[in-house]
Nanobody
Framework: QVQLVESGGGLVQAGGSLRLSCAAS????????MAWYRQAPGKQRELVAG???????SYADSVKGRFTISRDNAKNTLYLQMNSLKPEDTAVYYC?????????????WGQGTRVTVSS
């Protein structure tokens, strides 16, 4: 069974930094696209950043120049370095991955990690 576990969330002041991690485990054969989403209170979940297996990245306009997505394919781990954080970045951040495991292919989600940015 495949599992995604996020870590690294917390409370930070505006202008500060946090680094989120997402570790994939289980009977993984390969991981294709990975991404970070976030959901603020009362809002829909939105795509923050994505990264292909080869390392091509894309970002939401709201985080360009402040957030950096990266991955370590050997460790099946996804990262999100968040700098110059703003109160509007406050949300639960979710990891998403397209994973081929033994016997199946699927789209998996982590349980989420909360990020709170105080002004």
């Amino acid at each position: 069974q495949v599992q995604l576990v996020e870590s690294g969330g917390g409370l930070v002041q505006a202008g500060g930094s946090l680094r989120l991690s997402c570790a994939a485990s289980g009977s993984i054969v390969s991981i294709n696209t990975m991404a970070w989403y976030r959901q603020a209170p009362g809002k829909q979940r939105e795509l923050v950043a994505g990264i292909s297996r080869s390392g091509s990245t894309s970002y939401a306009d709201s985080v360009k120049g402040r957030f950096t997505i990266s991955r370590d394919n050997a460790k099946n781990t996804l990262y999100l370095q968040m700098n110059s954080l703003k109160p509007e970045d406050t949300a639960v951040y979710y990891c998403n991955a397209d994973i081929r495991s033994i016997g199946s292919v699927g789209d998996y989600w982590g349980q989420g990690t909360r990020v709170t940015v105080s002004s």
